[in-house]
């Protein structure tokens, strides 16, 4: 059965950094493309980035160009979202998704960590 | 930027069929994917390429894209399917429909 987890969320002021980790299991995670998608609060979805199974393509949206790093380490089956320069509008609920997003959906999503920017 | 266009809200009552659209340019050139989210709840996959039920997904949802439309639909809605529904489709980056809320009255 496949499992998504994710951790690493919390209450940080504007500027400061986080680091998400999503635990994959019962899939084989170095084959599959991996994506985070969050949700502010009473708000739609909203794609942040992708890396590709091998972990060499990344892609992520505007808003968070230079400020987030998407990776992922093979041996332990994390994902991860390195996320620095943390402004207000960042606060959300963070998923993580297996999958890339053209030509497959996401088809497994974990139940979120939530990030709150505030001063 | 490309941008996909659903309604905010729609209502159907209990047995009847609902449509939820997404628009969007040329939307038939990509994929387009459906996901279910209920409160409190992370999204679920029901629809992918299309027109193709995910797994354990009831047969009473379907999907169809064809030129600037791709379309949910839902027969004899039930009450378990009041939620938010999201299409996805793509181009040169993973695109979300802003979502529309099912009410089932």
């Known amino acids: 059965e496949v499992h998504l987890l994710e951790s690493g969320g919390g209450l940080v002021q504007p500027g400061e950094s986080l680091r998400l980790s999503c635990a994959a299991s019962?899939?084989?995670?170095?084959?599959?493309?991996m994506t985070w998608v969050r949700q502010a609060p009473g708000k739609g979805l909203e794609w942040v980035s992708s890396?590709?199974?091998?972990?060499?393509?990344?892609v992520y949206t505007d808003s968070v160009k230079g400020r987030f790093t998407i990776s992922r380490d093979r041996s332990k089956n994390t994902l991860y979202l390195h996320m620095k320069n943390l402004r207000v509008d960042d606060t959300a609920l963070y998923f993580c998704?297996?999958?890339?997003?053209?030509?497959?959906?996401?088809?497994?999503w974990g139940q979120g960590s939530q990030v709150t920017v505030s001063s | 930027s490309y941008e996909v266009t659903q309604p905010p809200s729609v209502s159907v009552s209990p047995g009847q069929t609902a449509s939820i659209t997404c628009s969007g340019d040329?939307?038939?050139?990509?994929?387009v994917f459906w996901y279910q989210q209920k409160p409190g709840q992370s999204p679920v996959l029901l629809i992918y390429?299309?027109?193709k039920r995910a797994s354990g997904i009831p047969e009473r949802f379907s999907g169809s894209n064809s030129g600037n439309t791709a379309t949910l639909t839902i027969s004899g809605t039930q009450a378990m399917d009041e939620a938010d529904y999201y299409c996805?489709?793509?181009?040169?980056?993973?695109?979300f429909g802003g979502g529309t809320k099912l009410t089932v009255l």
């Open positions: 998704a297996k999958g890339w997003g053209r030509s497959d959906g996401f088809d497994y």
């Open positions: 996805q489709t793509w181009d040169t980056r993973v695109v």
């Open positions: 890396i590709s199974g091998s972990g060499s393509d990344s």
């Open positions: 019962g899939f084989t995670f170095n084959i599959y493309a």
């Open positions: 390429e299309d027109n």
């Open positions: 040329m939307l038939d050139d990509n994929y």
